[in-house]
DNA sequence: TGTCTCACTTGATTTCGATCAAAGTTGTGA
DNA sequence: TCACAACTTTGATCGAAATCAAGTGAGACA
């Protein structure tokens, strides 16, 4: 999940093809060979189901490339999404063997797997690797938490502008922004992803896109490619601090 | 946050008033004493603040007896419960030294403490805490998850409904039901705390009480003394799944 | 080239919960 | 015993988002 910054949720994989920090830079090259020799890939079709809420989950991965949903589901069909999952974020939890949530591929997803029961034993020989995780489950918490803000408290506007500030920022750390300073991307959700996101309709989430844009707060280039003129009005339109948060 | 039936989020702190788990059954006793060496309590009054959002918070402690709320707080005044902390929940986090959410005492509270710097160092080297600590957040961030569901999608009756379950399923635990075979609790929270944590106003929360009365899903006594004469009845009113769910 | 489908937009209407307002209840302390 | 403050209930009205209902537009494929 990708709600701040300073999200640290992934596991080293090697040589996978994106640049991303170490499990632990203090862990030594042989923890790392282990690791190495341990991980394999799966690629997902967009719109593909990774893994089915209550199946057995024998492996913990790592997004390499595409993006990934974590939703819950009620039985009269109202869903949830729960956690985004973006390159390098992690997924999978040590110590339990059923996945809690559906997890969706919603673009070509590549993930670095690794089996559950190695991975286990290397984390109960490899402190700082538990460490690792307990950090970045700590961020999941946090993300976790703010987004409990926004959807018990904010508004249909303030949710979007929100989101779209998330991956505005999250997107600019990898290719920042174009010629003109501004900050571009695509929407990496359909308005039906978004609306589970949000806790809104899909009908809400197009207006108030629309509005965004009549209001000149984001420009849009056919259904997905947004362009942010200028990213502290967007900021403001989230109703959060302008400072950057807790988050030291 | 006490979500769950398998919460297992607290620490161990020797002769705390309270029965509870250890930190870990496998822990050899001089790791227990050295907790207890290291520990001491602070009591709250009801309605105190136990520390702001952004404070400096140097130490983690476990919820002795009575009842916490976090919160996080918009600047006009919107605020959201992000957890409910019940004896034996575990506040703090290791590796942040800012608070990142107001704590609130909501009735009068003691918490059993350790300063952070020992107690991260007694991590560092007794691996059994730190996967101890890794395995309670985990259950944080499934019961937070958990909650996004109920804010995002939840009906004002399924919100206020879910929190009596919880409430009841985690009272139940300690003092099982009354002579009848009925659940029998007291909340914890005014109708304004339930408010915050369900993303709705006091009114609402007030009206869907009563309206749950009225259909005699729960009795009422006085304004906090619940009576659940059937508590399948409640479940149902949740829009949760009626088995236990994927915790395993 | 057409048509089918999927994602999205927009409009009309309804509804649930928020807001505004006024009482009722309980406990505390003078 | 009274007064008042804090908490709660209930009523009337409003409004934001949901729902219901047509549409548009773009890509896929026959």
Redesign the interface.
Known sequence: MALQENVRTHIDCGDCPIRHRAVCARCESDELKLLEEMKYYRTYEAGQTVIW??DKMDFVASVVEGIAT?T?T???G???M??LLLPSDFVG?????????DVTATTRLTMCCFRKKPFEDM??NT?HI??R???M??D???A??????L???KTAREKIASLLAIIARRDATLKLSNSRGQVVFDLPLTREAMADY??LTLETVSRQISALKRDGVIELEGKRHVTVPDMERLLDET???TDGG???
């Open positions: 809420s209550g974590l819950q009620m039985e009269d109202r869903t949830q729960v956690g939890r040590p110590g339990r063997d059923q996945a809690a949530y984390m109960m402190p538990g460490q995780l307990l950090e489950t700590l999941e918490l946090d976790a938490r703010e987004w409990m803000l959807l018990g408290r949000l806790g109703g959060d601090d807790v988050f030291a």
